[in-house]
């Protein structure tokens, strides 16, 4: 898994942090989410 380097929301445009949300909606909407101590034991894996 390659890692993704965020930016914060004070560093981005409006326009950028919008296509965050709207991609964060679509994943979840898709079922792609996990539940939050799954994610963070994965991170610790990797």
């Known amino acids: 898994m390659s890692?993704?380097?965020?930016?914060a929301r004070d560093e981005m445009t409006d326009e950028e942090f919008h296509e965050m949300?709207?991609?964060?909606?679509r994943q979840a909407m898709r079922?792609?989410?996990?539940?939050?101590d799954e994610a963070f034991e994965?991170?610790?894996?990797d």
Request: glycine share 10%; charged share 40%.
């Open 42 to 45: 994965k991170m610790k894996k």
């Open 21 to 25: 949300l709207m991609r964060s909606y």
């Open 3 to 7: 890692r993704v380097e965020l930016k």
């Open 31 to 36: 079922g792609e989410g996990m539940p939050l």
